[in-house]
Nanobody, 115 residues
């Protein structure tokens, strides 16, 4: 019923930019908290950015470089990533907390920053 689909990942050189998308079906993102996480096996999962009705937050590691936004008509949340660094390399996931249920996750999109 609920599906989150991430896209926009790829290979980019240090200092480059990517725009990730989280397209949702079966759930309205504009009335839910939406978070972007990143994780690779062997690394800690990190909350990169989140957006709610009243606030936007960023991790210290991406503050000033990344920007989260949403398009209510398209029911999509975006993560604009600028000034990318090799340490940003990871699989990026979209997440929406469940309401009395398990949280919803997308399948992830790979971001690789390398020269």
């Amino acid at each position: 019923q609920v599906q989150l689909v991430e896209s926009g990942g790829g290979l980019v050189q240090p200092g480059g930019s990517l725009r990730l998308s989280c397209a949702a079906s079966g759930i309205i993102l504009s009335i839910n908290t939406v978070g972007w996480y990143r994780q690779t096996p062997g690394k800690e999962r990190e909350l990169v950015a989140s957006i709610t009705r009243g606030s936007i937050t960023y991790s210290d590691s991406v503050k000033g470089r990344f920007s989260i936004s949403r398009d209510n008509v398209e029911n999509t949340v975006y993560l604009q990533m600028n000034s990318l660094k090799p340490e940003d390399t990871d699989v990026y996931y979209c997440n929406v907390p469940g309401r009395g249920t398990s949280p919803y996750w997308g399948q992830g999109t790979q971001v690789t920053v390398s020269s």
